[in-house]
């Protein structure tokens, strides 16, 4: 239900303005860009990032490939987007335009190319960084996602070294983050997830969270684009929860309240949408 009013529409829509707009020193628009299929063409390039690119000699995901062509076409600097704040800057215009990039591509089938040498290597790194533990917690990726059936809290973990669960969880970002309201590419994902870890963070488009992609993105081959989702839908959650006069522990009363809390105001929201629809048609 709330995927049919789902807010990343705002964020794609937006993506699509800063797409064709001129912008930045050089005062030009991004349909020059080449994302791996040619000049202009976004159409089938996500399910085919990250990639090797000639003109960099770099596997590059979307993002990092994002940053390339806003500096060399519009003259950007590279910083305000790797040094800048989630959600604010350059760095959200770099997050709307993937969403719309990559929602040109929803229903197709993800394909990433390993013909080139690096995007092997690529794979290599990646695998070995997402079996790789460490921090306070011993921590890995695949602490949460390497095995069937695990979960957190309410929240169910796919895992992400085959498909289909792969296709679940690499094939659903950008989405959109209903319990904080943000929307999240692939790489603020996989930054919060090292921070969920306790590691440091790497770097907005780093080598770490590229080679990451390819490794998670030719698992998931075959597996079908879902972009732009919503994540944290309470409907789903709700479906899960205790059922009401179920003894429960204290984390489990604060999260069930919390979702039941938020389940109400969703509803309040798609209720005033309507309305305003009903309003505007009149």
């Known amino acids: 239900m709330l995927q049919d009013g789902n807010p990343a529409e705002l964020f794609e829509a937006k993506g699509e303005e800063l797409w064709k707009k001129p912008r930045g020193p050089k005062n030009a628009s991004l349909e020059k860009c080449d994302l791996g299929k040619g000049p202009g063409v976004v159409k089938g390039a996500f399910v085919e990032l990250p990639r090797h690119f000639k003109d960099t000699n770099k596997v590059q995901d979307l993002e990092s490939r994002l940053i390339t062509c806003m500096q060399t076409l519009q003259g950007i600097d590279p910083k305000e987007i790797i040094k800048g704040q989630w959600g604010r800057g ?9 969403t719309w990039i990559a929602a040109q591509s929803k229903g197709m089938a993800f394909n990433l190319p390993q013909s080139h040498a690096q995007e092997r290597t690529m ?3 990646g695998k070995r960084l997402f079996f790789q ?9 695949a602490s949460c996602h390497g ?15 085959k498909a289909p669960g792969d296709g679940v969880g690499f094939a659903a970002w950008p989405a959109y983050r209903v319990s904080n309201g943000q929307m999240w590419s692939m790489q603020h994902r996989l930054n919060d997830c090292y921070r969920q870890q306790r590691f440091p963070e790497p770097d907005f488009a780093s080598d770490v969270t590229v080679a990451l992609g390819v490794y998670l993105g030719v698992n998931a081959k075959g597996d079908k684009s879902a972009v732009p ?17 179920q003894r429960l ?6 999260s069930t ?26």
């Open 147 to 161: 095995e069937e059936g695990k979960r957190i809290r309410l929240q169910d973990l796919p895992l992400l070294t």
């Open 229 to 245: 989702t919503i994540k944290d839908d309470p409907l789903s959650r709700l479906r899960r929860l205790p059922p009401r006069g």
């Open 90 to 98: 350059e760095r959200a215009n770099t997050t709307a335009l993937a």
């Open 249 to 254: 522990w204290p984390g489990q009363a604060r």
């Open 123 to 125: 794979y290599e790194v």
């Open 257 to 282: 309240a919390f979702w039941r809390g938020l389940l109400r105001g969703h509803r309040y929201w798609l209720k005033a949408q309507r309305i305003s629809e009903r309003n505007m048609s009149s």
């Open 133 to 141: 533990r460490g921090g306070p917690h011993d921590f890995a990726c």
